[in-house]
């Protein structure tokens, strides 16, 4: 015979308080997702995610500010993780060959034409006609932080001879140089990777720089710039509002994603992700409290729940009064562990509610000591995986899990494992190192576990 659970009108209540009225106490009476929780003989709340639960799906982006409605709308975020996988072969820039003519490109003290020679058919000649620099830009394309760009081209001698030349990204002036040195006879190639740190930039540029008073020419040719890098934001609850993460840059940031509500989250205007035809993955995690779980059926007929008849198979954890904690007992507490299903012959299988899962969000402001113990709101949860944020002056986003040595931490930016970070996880505490501890920054935790 199949091991059951307690049947839909047979749930289990409580009151706060068992010693008040045991009538209201027992297997046999009602119950919903709400009382899931622990409750001690004083009648306070021990606060337990009983119905810890995730979501993956995806949504195709439409450039605009959004609310994407979960699958479960049932579901309240704790953690919500949004990505896409940017198309790496549209060319941003504009005429970037010169294969007939220089169209899509402005001046600023210099001419520019197309001419024979280049590295591939035509190139830009840029001739110089004032001041101390010339400047050859190309049309405006839109660039987002959490992005990175792959940018190249080559760069030749002209008239003007050996010289200095840079490549300028977003302003003429006052841009990040991403390229520089000085020309030969020969084309020569430069490249880069660039990473925006603003959040949304709707004009970036690219600027081919001869910054010299010398008469002549200047050669360029091959300019390209293509998504290089997926973009991904992650946001806790505990995050202030409206900002997120962006892992690559690392920073706390308002184009990323927006509020988490019950069944739902938020994307501003000229967010991170959510661009245009783009497929947008996520992962959410959270509690699912209004909902009760129900069985899917082992080797035998549909199980529904564990019946108030079975009277010692539901404990308690000893804070009651009772010796025995069973169920159906006046003093009784209720532990979830138990709730999932057995198949037959009293194997388990895989539980689709995790009865011991508990998440805890929350923040601890830097004091700029070596291994600290930071010790969480829950001092019972055991963490599994820790994942670690600075406030939005910007760090590295920091993970870590029971399967990483002491003192070893994922870097998002990194591809090893670095310490000084979080050194250890453990029950209801973990240890940073000074690196994760500056005095007076405020540091967001998540921790997973049981």
């Known amino acids: 015979m199949a091991i059951t659970y307690i049947s839909s009108a047979e749930l289990i209540v409580g009151e706060g308080n068992p ?4 009538t209201k106490n027992r297997a046999g009476k009602y119950i919903d997702a709400q009382m899931l929780v622990e409750h001690l003989s004083t009648g306070v709340h021990k606060e337990r995610s009983t119905l810890l639960t995730g979501e993956q799906y995806t949504f195709t982006g439409n450039g605009a500010a959004r609310t994407i409605t979960l699958q479960n709308t049932k579901i309240t975020p704790s953690l919500v993780e949004c990505w896409e996988i940017p198309d790496t072969t549209t060319e941003l820039v504009t005429n970037g060959e010169f294969s007939t003519d220089t169209a899509g490109w402005l001046t600023v003290y210099c001419s520019i034409a197309s001419v024979a020679g280049g590295q591939a058919g035509n190139c830009l000649e840029l001739t110089r006609t004032s001041d101390s620099f010339q400047v050859a830009y190309s049309t405006a394309f839109t660039a987002y932080r959490g992005y990175s760009y792959a940018i190249s081209g080559y760069v030749k001698s002209g008239t003007s001879g050996d010289e200095a030349y840079q490549v300028r990204i977003t302003d003429i002036l006052t841009g990040d140089i991403i390229a520089s040195g000085t020309t030969s006879s020969s084309w020569v190639q430069w490249s880069a990777t660039w990473t925006p740190t603003q959040d949304y930039i709707s004009n970036a540029i690219i600027a081919l720089i001869k910054p010299t008073a010398t008469a002549g020419t200047m050669l360029f040719d091959t300019i390209t710039c293509k998504n290089s890098e997926s973009s991904v934001s992650q946001k806790l609850i505990t995050f202030p509002s409206d900002y997120s993460n962006t892992r690559k840059n690392t920073l706390l940031v308002t184009n990323g994603l927006g509020s988490l509500a019950t069944g739902s989250f938020s994307i501003p205007a000229n967010s991170t992700v ?16 209004t909902t009760v779980p129900s069985g899917d059926a082992g080797a035998g007929s549909d199980p529904t729940w564990i019946t108030s008849d079975v009277a010692n198979l539901m404990y308690g954890d000893g804070t009651g009064v009772s010796t025995t904690n069973w169920a159906n007992s006046v003093e009784g507490e209720i532990e979830t562990a138990f709730l999932h299903e057995h198949n037959d012959n009293g194997t388990h299988t895989a539980p689709i509610w995790s009865g011991y899962g508990q998440v805890e969000t929350y923040t601890y402001v830097g004091d700029g000591t070596d291994n600290r113990v930071v010790s969480l709101q829950d001092t019972t949860l055991i963490i599994k995986e820790l994942f670690l944020f600075r406030d939005y002056s910007g760090a590295v986003v920091a993970s870590k899990n029971v399967s990483m040595a002491y003192d070893a931490t994922k870097l998002e930016t ?25 005095a007076g920054v405020t540091y967001y935790y998540y921790a997973a576990g049981e």
């Not at 010693?19 to 045991?22: E, N």
């Not at 959510?274 to 409290?289: A, E, I, K, R, S």
């Not at 979080?422 to 505490?429: K, L, P, R």
Request: charged share 10%.
């Open 19 to 22: 010693s008040f009225d045991d």
């Open 414 to 438: 990194t591809a090893s494992l670095a310490s000084n970070y979080i050194e250890s996880i453990g029950t209801g505490s973990f240890v940073v190192g000074s690196t994760a501890n500056i």
């Open 274 to 289: 959510n661009h245009n035809g783009v497929t947008n993955y996520y992962y959410v995690l959270g509690v699912d409290v």
